[in-house]
């Protein structure tokens, strides 16, 4: 009728990886999607991808994660696969479907061929219509490597608060995770790689007085078994320290959090964080890098400690201030509350803003 709108059609987002079993990252994001007029497909990429190529109406493809579709330990596998994805990206784009990546990393963590990565994510930063950086460094870092990308947009990544239900008990919590019930217990959680510092972190504990360091729990899986055994040779023999070499499920990380005074972070690269959202997320200060994203979230004094990375005694010090402060909870607190602010149903109705811009034809066009 006259003066009457069509209703628009129905956006349908295909993400890559559309699982992240050991992350709800993606769960988080996606689930309000449906209050904005978005489909998500979740299946099996090889179940997605002829709908993906073929389907009618608007589709995009919301890159994630990539490296494991490509990086192989021969050249030519690596090289393969990687043009291979950029071919079907261009595939994509020829059958009228848009891409959007999530930045979540500058560069691959564990790469074979660290030249085709570069090549693989400047192409993906360039093809994209949308990039979206977790904070106003992680962009700057964005350009700074593959150059101006004038279409990344800073979107926060997600807390996690009250993901797993209230605050557990403390005193319950280190009953449960056989650690001392008295004095500070320092915690570092995640995946166990190398550019996360564990090495630096175990020898600035080792150098903390014995009476004041407390307990320090590393709790995580690695993935190289000489790395696992390397961290397991530095950590014996060092007093008030446990290595747990596990998957610790995102269900168990709230009992881990309520058990410790502090997170340490002691990186020496980072783009985007989830432990360290975990972190502020379940009311728990932060020893984190003092560049970038991080230091956009933790604040000297108020909501954790800062050190320079690769920067003699700076990891010491900070650990010496964290352990020196009368009152971690209370930093702890303004940590709870500064990432109150990045609550999901925003960060969802952001993205699918930006996926409505890049739908949305230029005046050129």
Known sequence: MPGQHAPARTLTVYPLPPQLPTNPYLDQLYAPMAAHG???????????????????GPRLLHLHFFDELTQRPGRVATALRSLALLALLRLLRLCGVRLVWTAHNLAPHEVYWPAWGFVLYRAVARSSDAIIAHSQAARQALEQRYGALPHCRVIPHGNYVGLYGPPRDRAASRVALGLPAHGPVLLNFGALRPYKGLEDLIAAFARQPAGRRGFLLIAGAAKDAAYAAELKRRAAGVAGLRLELRFVPDAELPAYLAAADLVVLPYHALLTSGVLLWALSCARPAVAPGFGPAAELVREGVTGFLFTPGQAGSLDQALARALAHPDLAALGRNGLAAAQ?????EIARLTAACYREVLTPAPSE
């Open 38 to 56: 978005i489909a998500v497909r979740r299946g099996r990429p090889r179940h997605e991808l002829p709908q993906l190529l073929l389907g009618r």
């Open 341 to 345: 602010a990045f609550a999901w149903p």
